[in-house]
């Protein structure tokens, strides 16, 4: 199978910032694939250096078979390729459909073709309703679905998306899951950066995380879960000294982190835990028993939690 | 394998900016389409307003204050004499609104551009296209403009059937002045200075109100480099002198401006969105 994109040794440094420091990705062709860090972690920076958008510092990437050199054409390779940005970015003074015919036409889509895609993606957005509405009269939900259509009418083979459901409601943030689930199913390849270890988990086949520039694990979602964390996660919520209670678990459980307000527990056996939980002198404390997350494997690898509260 | 990327070389700055960048016309012309698209939903809004301003102008002028200018110049009264300077400079306003305001929100407000330039698109194009509304706005209003003069009868040449065609020339030259100004503008006030300092001393001394020739001799010196006058003089020529090789020639200079500047808002745009 082909690759959508390889990168060797991938730098992009802001004058004494380094935002990527040296970074390998090979992602196969037809895949979802995940870029999961903390903010400031370097993924929009990656995927913009992954759109074309800007240049790298140092290194090798080859996007679709093309060299991303910056002085060499870059047309043809735009064409194949589209991205939804971050935040919204539609345009304002245009329609729902506006905004839609007008990227065709960037795109240099014969008019008859334009109005034909925009027809077909208001309907792939659930937006034939609001086809001349003003961009300020839909929901956040629904600017980002047409966000996520106004990439798709080139017909890309690559669709690069940045943190496509921040921001959004839960009922919302399923409805543009389902979109891009359905991308998939045709074939499309799906670069996502987010920081939703959840969303990480139901998109993506394979996924790196990153952290300050750097990829500190690949894999797919179970298996990173499998390699690097134990299977069950207890949390001890409510507890009056921290410390205590992390001792109450010391030993028993395969490892212990105190994060903000809670003890987090990591073991096989879960039972043990809650067993030594109760026994102990600890008062009005709740327990929580989990399945390990892309969460809990990120907290492992470096020690920090991916959303700060 | 991919060739490896290097640190960026060392450039020479004063190259890249005046010298002319690959560019495809064809996709420049889809941002005109962009701004067609948008125009043409509010084609009352934006077009009846251009035919109420030259008319209360020449009626304000030529009812109130053209009865105390008493003198002819140029063989006619005055608001003859003024008319076709105030199509120019209605001209250049089509323009440099479009490229101050208006570009300045879709550049540094709502970051349209970068969206733009994830397409086949380059920054180059968006300026280019951006660029060729405005010159088109400065058409509409211009046109306006002289349908109103010849209407009130101050059109003494038939050469004003020019005059559509050739005042945009004055909305493209002062266009690509009020482009690199905007890319370069760190804060939305500083338009206020471009047009405080650049375009209204231009409007009261390009010969509009007055012929360049009574200014000093380093003013009209000055006068001569800048597009509005150059402007005005080629409508005057059009409108009521008739004199065809004055108008060409002033066309001519205007053409100049636009070949040989117009590399540096492109330029300044590609730099700005690469940051």
């Known amino acids: ?309 | 394998m991919a060739a490896v990327a290097t640190e960026p070389r060392s450039r020479n700055t004063f190259v890249d900016v005046v010298a002319w960048p690959r560019i495809s016309v064809r996709s420049a012309w889809h941002m005109w389409e962009r701004n067609f698209m948008r125009f043409r939903r509010g084609i009352f809004q934006y077009v009846l307003p251009n035919f109420l301003e030259p008319i209360l102008y020449l009626l304000a002028i030529g009812l109130g204050l053209g009865l105390y200018v008493g003198t002819q110049i140029l063989g006619v009264e005055y608001v003859a004499f003024l008319a076709p300077g105030l199509a120019a400079s209605s001209a250049m306003y089509g323009a440099v609104f479009e490229v101050t305001w208006n570009s300045y929100f879709k550049m540094k407000v709502e970051r349209n551009y970068d969206s733009v330039i994830a397409t086949p698109l380059g920054a180059e194009e968006v300026a280019l296209g951006e660029l060729l509304w405005a010159t088109t706005r400065s058409g509409i209003y211009g046109t306006a403009f002289t349908i109103v003069l010849v209407v009130l009868g101050h059109a003494e040449s038939w050469l004003v059937v020019f005059s559509p065609l050739a005042l945009p020339l004055i909305g493209m030259a002062m266009g690509v002045i009020g482009m690199s100004f905007t890319i370069l503008a760190k804060q939305i006030e500083y338009l206020t200075y471009f047009f405080n300092l650049f375009v209204i001393p231009l409007f009261l001394f390009s010969g509009i109100f007055f012929p360049v020739s009574d200014l000093p001799g380093w003013a009209r010196t000055l006068a001569w480099f800048t597009p509005l006058h150059h402007g005005v003089e080629m409508n005057r020529a059009l409108v009521l002198t008739g004199d065809a090789g004055t108008a060409a020639l002033h066309a001519l200079w205007l053409v100049a401006f636009i070949l040989l500047l117009l590399p540096i808002p492109m330029n300044l745009l590609r730099r700005f969105l690469r940051v």
């Open chain 1, 1 to 309: 199978m082909g690759h959508a994109v390889v990168a060797r040794g991938l730098v992009k440094r802001y004058g004494a910032l380094t935002a990527v420091d040296g970074i390998d990705l090979d992602i196969p062709i037809e895949v979802s694939f995940g870029i999961l860090g903390p903010n400031g972690a370097g993924k929009t920076t990656t995927m913009r250096m992954l759109s074309a958008a800007i240049e790298p510092t140092a290194g090798s990437l080859e996007v679709l078979g093309h060299d991303i050199n910056l002085t060499a054409e870059q047309r043809p390779l735009k064409r194949r390729i589209g991205v939804v940005p971050q935040g919204d970015t539609l345009d304002k003074d245009l329609t729902v459909r506006e905004n839609l015919m007008a990227y065709a036409r960037y795109h240099d889509l014969p008019w008859p073709l334009a109005r034909q895609r925009a027809d077909e993606l208001l309907g792939f957005a659930q937006l034939e309703q609001r086809a001349d509405a003003r961009i300020d009269e839909l929901s956040g939900g629904m600017q980002r679905r047409l966000l996520i259509a106004r990439a798709l009418v080139s017909d890309p083979e690559l669709v690069i998306l940045d943190e496509p459901t921040t921001g959004l409601d839960p009922q919302a943030r399923h409805l543009v899951w389902e979109r891009l689930r359905n991308l998939r199913r045709r074939g499309t390849t799906l670069v996502i950066t987010t920081h939703y270890m959840d969303e990480a988990a139901r998109l993506c086949d394979a996924l790196v995380v990153m952290d300050r520039g750097r990829i500190i694990a690949a894999g797919t979602p179970t298996g990173l879960i499998r390699d690097h964390v134990p299977p069950r996660v207890t949390e001890i919520i409510g507890a009056g000294d921290l410390e205590d209670a992390s001792r109450v678990v010391d030993g028993i459980a395969q490892r212990v982190e105190i994060i903000g307000d809670r003890v987090v527990a990591y073991g096989r056996d879960s039972q043990a835990i809650s067993d030594a939980v109760r026994a102990s002198s600890l008062d009005g404390v709740t327990l929580l028993e989990r399945d390990a997350t892309l969460e809990d494997v990120f907290l492992s690898l470096t020690g920090h939690v991916l959303v700060e509260d």
